[in-house]
């Protein structure tokens, strides 16, 4: 894991006499520490100090995906907080999302310190697919639709099948019933639309507009 140096970090301020939000002015990342010239944002005292880092650590990740889990290896801080449903990059550049904490004697919780985990089962979180349920009168279809975890879904926007349109009327997250606003497909656990006929490219009318 490559450390930067951070730009502010909190630090005990000697003239404010408590943990004040400090600049960075200079730093030099070492192995277990980071060597700094800081200025105290409040008091504006500049100090030069040596801050020690939390440790990296090692952590043992199962990413299950359908029927088959793989095991790798991430690397965190010790005091790093972990909370089921955090979301974390690989070094591979895979998304992943943790579903949930194991300790040791086989005990889950939903957040715990980095240094007290034993593993993290996660699920693989880059191409979700999102089950959409389009009603037509008395007739409803059921569809699913790819997306991407940080793709928004607005209430009354069109939302284009392959077979069909919709217009999207509500959507069912973890928490609630939208039915005003929007929700990122991360949260999304059904979207109910009204039946639309597929659309087709609009053409661009903008020289008829200048006319009126
Ligand atoms: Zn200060």
């Known amino acids: 894991m490559q450390r930067e140096v ?3 970090i909190y630090y005990e301020c000697a003239e404010c006499d408590d943990e004040t939000l400090h600049e960075v002015l200079r730093g030099r990342m070492g ?3 980071l060597e700094c010239t800081i200025k105290c944002t409040e008091c504006g005292k500049v100090s030069a100090t040596t801050i020690p ?3 990296i650590i090692k952590m043992q990740v199962v990413i299950s995906d359908g029927p088959i889990s793989e095991r790798t290896v991430t690397e965190l801080e010790e005091d ?3 909370a089921v449903e955090d979301e974390f ?5 895979r998304r992943l999302r943790v579903c949930s904490i194991e300790l040791p004697g086989d005990k889950r919780v939903k957040k715990a310190k980095a240094n007290k985990v034993k593993m993290l089962w996660c699920q693989q979180f880059d191409n979700l697919t999102i089950k959409v349920t389009i009603n037509n009168d008395r007739v409803s279809y059921s569809r699913r639709i790819p997306a991407l975890p940080d793709d928004e879904f607005v209430i009354g926007n ?3 099948l392959d077979d069909m349109d919709c217009f999207i009327h509500a959507i069912k997250t973890r928490t609630k019933l939208v039915q005003h606003g929007s929700a990122e497909a991360r949260d999304v656990v059904r979207i109910y639309g009204k039946y639309g006929e597929k659309s087709y490219p609009v053409l661009d009318f903008e020289d ?3 006319d009126f």
């Open 6 to 8: 951070p730009e502010t």
């Open 31 to 33: 192995k277990a520490s």
């Open 53 to 55: 880092l939390p440790k």
């Open 80 to 82: 790093d907080v972990i």
């Open 89 to 93: 990059f690989l070094e591979d550049g």
């Open 158 to 160: 069109r939302l284009e």
């Open 208 to 210: 008829d507009v200048e």
